[in-house]
């Protein structure tokens, strides 16, 4: 090619390119000529400045084979983005002279990704089932949302959930369903009130609710965009698991026969850990419970009697529990009060240890028949619920550091003779090992928080065991 001082002439117009949909293949060619042979034949392209959407890549070569070089291809999947974003950048035409820009133009556009998506639902309207009253029930609903920093939050949109269940901002449906109607338990069918010509109760049986079937519609929203979805759920009334009820057909497929008409109470503190506690201290933690029926109920710690931890008929290791039922797997010095719940007493001390305890809890009403039931009702229980709680003993306390919390530099490359020491008061050797710390430096009850976060030595060092 002819020398000449002549800059390459834009053909593409600067500025907006346009607008793509995320996760669509999108390309376009950018065009300029060379001013003194009026071609591309010469030119290459490059983009100097800005940046493009992330998935969209450049190249210098032709579109389509056999275009002579000189066209910039835009082409690429555009990723997921939160709302239309917008992207800005330079590009350089010009020509090659020994290997060296020679003659260049410089041209800046944009294009915009439009980002925002609506939620999808994961959650189908007969996923969260049918429930008799007085059960507790924790139902996690799920939308997919592909923009990756949206939030989802969910509400009731139209119609009513059943007694007692709440629906949560993040989408937990959670609660004890209370019975519908919530008649008193002296309501009489067919019963007059006193100076009025009408029936204060319906004429049927009594009952302090009765079956019956909920809809309702829930939005789940990211703050743009916004997805429904209606559900429904059938409340079996305890009430009317009866041999002359008309609403539970003998082909219903939820109610089976050995059901009983008494509700069942719940224990309403959610499983799992409750927490780390220091030995050699007053301890108290209330485990909360209801009932339906309005009965009264009591705490135990397994399926036999109140505050026994024999499971009746059991004399070996109950499958999928992980400890055996027999034994009390409490911390020595504490005892569950039945009657009100608390798990209380004094810790005695540890000495140098740290000890998570595993334990079970349940709720079943006293014992005793009711006029309308003959349930024998002390054997109407909830589930065994397991918690655990961990005992720090003098781990931290008893333990003096000799060696200071700043330790000599090391050049890179050269051999770590260090020591770490530190000395018990009962002369115990110890070991060392690196403890997993959270990064925020947050504390439990005084020590660090080892649930979370890496603590890690440089690259090529060793903590031995000696120190």
């Known amino acids: 090619m002819a020398d000449s001082t002549a800059k390459p002439i834009w053909v593409t117009t600067a500025g907006d390119l346009g607008t793509v949909p995320e996760n ?165 069918a067919g019963f007059d009130a006193t100076g009025t010509n009408f029936d204060e109760f319906p004429m049927d049986f009594s009952s302090k609710g009765s079956s019956k079937n909920f809809q309702f519609t829930i939005e789940a929203s990211d703050g743009r965009f916004a997805a429904i979805q209606e ?43 409750i927490g780390t506690y220091r030995h050699d201290n007053y301890f108290a933690f209330q485990f909360e419970g209801f009932d339906a029926d309005g009965d009264p109920f009591e705490f135990a710690l397994t399926s036999g009697a109140a505050t026994a931890f024999d499971a009746d008929g059991i004399g070996f290791d109950a499958t999928g529990i992980g400890f055996d039922r027999i034994s009390l797997d409490l911390p020595p010095g504490l005892v569950l009060d039945q009657d009100t719940g608390f798990l209380y007493g004094i810790i005695p001390a540890a000495g140098l240890t740290e000890t998570v305890y595993t334990f079970g809890i349940l709720v079943k009403k006293q014992a005793g028949v009711r006029e309308d039931s003959s349930v024998e009702l002390g054997e109407v229980s909830s589930p065994l619920t397991f918690y655990t709680m961990t005992v720090i003993g003098a781990i931290d306390s008893e333990i003096t550091w000799v060696t200071g919390a700043t330790l000599p530099n090391i050049t890179n490359g050269d051999i770590s003779r260090m020591t770490i020491e530190a000395t018990t008061a009962s002369g115990t050797e110890l070991q060392y090992q690196i403890a997993s710390i959270s990064p925020t430096g947050s504390t439990v009850d005084g020590m660090p928080d080892t649930a979370s976060g890496n603590n890690k030595l440089p690259q090529g060092l060793e903590l031995m065991g000696s120190g």
């Not at 000189?70 to 690429?76: A, I, K, M, N, T």
């Not at 350089?92 to 002279?97: G, H, I, P, T, V």
């Not at 949109?157 to 709440?166: C, Q, R, S």
């Open 24 to 188: 669509e293949f999108y390309q376009l060619t950018l065009e300029a000529i060379d001013d003194v042979t009026q071609t591309d034949a010469d030119l290459k392209f490059k983009v100097i400045a800005g940046s493009l959407p992330a998935g969209v890549q450049v190249t210098t070569q032709g579109v389509l084979a056999g275009v002579p070089q000189g066209s910039l291809s835009v082409q690429g999947v555009p990723q997921e983005v939160d709302d239309n974003t917008k992207s800005e950048f330079t590009v350089r035409a010009y020509n090659e002279l020994n290997g060296s820009q020679n003659r260049v133009a410089d041209r800046t556009f944009n294009i915009t990704i439009t980002g925002a998506d609506a939620p999808v639902w994961v959650t189908t309207s007969s996923d969260i089932g049918n429930h008799y009253d007085g059960a507790n029930i924790s139902y996690q609903l799920e939308v997919t949302d592909s923009d990756p920093s949206s939030v989802v939050e969910f509400s009731l949109l139209t119609g009513t959930l059943p007694p007692g269940v709440t629906l949560s901002t993040t989408g937990l449906l959670s609660g004890v369903i209370l019975p519908s109607d919530d008649l008193p338990g002296d309501a009489t």
């Open 231 to 273: 559900f429904t759920m059938f409340v079996f009334s305890k009430d009317d698991l009866t041999a002359d009820s008309a609403d539970i057909l003998a082909d219903e497929t939820d109610v089976t026969v050995d059901t009983h008409t008494a509700r069942t109470p719940v224990l309403i503190t959610p499983a799992g850990d």
